[in-house]
Nanobody, 126 residues
Framework: QVQLVESGGGLVQAGGSLRLSCAASGRTFSTYKMGWFRQAPGKEREFVAAISRGGGSTLYTDSVKGRFTISRDNAKNTVYLRMNSLKPEDTAVYIC???????????????????WGQGTQVTVSS
């Protein structure tokens, strides 16, 4: 089974930056499309960003485009989310997910992701 462990969350002032990491177990990380989702208390989980197997294609939700950058290091079995210019509305638990499906196209749909981490808290103060 694939295990995903997030780290790097914390408390930051508006306008600040954080880099989240997601470490994956197994020998087949490079075959997974990876995504980041977030969930605030009492709200549904929402898509944030996704990246293709080799890192050549990325996708972002409109609210973070231009501020967040997703990347991956397949040699380290790790995917990252660099978050700049953070806003209070970015406050949420950030969760990484893995898609082992055959499609080469990254997707915003959580239904396409088979494995999920437990999340790391990001809190942005005004």
């Amino acid at each position: 089974q694939v295990q995903l462990v997030e780290s790097g969350g914390g408390l930051v002032q508006a306008g600040g930056s954080l880099r989240l990491s997601c470490a994956a177990s197994g020998r087949t990380f490079s075959t997974y499309k990876m995504g980041w989702f977030r969930q605030a208390p009492g709200k549904e989980r929402e898509f944030v960003a996704a990246i293709s197997r080799g890192g050549g294609s990325t996708l972002y939700t409109d609210s973070v485009k231009g501020r967040f950058t997703i990347s991956r290091d397949n040699a380290k079995n790790t995917v990252y989310l660099r978050m700049n210019s953070l806003k209070p509305e970015d406050t949420a638990v950030y969760i990484c997910a893995a898609d082992r499906g055959p499609s080469l196209t990254v997707t915003t749909s959580g239904q396409e992701y088979e494995y999920w981490g437990q999340g790391t808290q990001v809190t942005v103060s005004s």
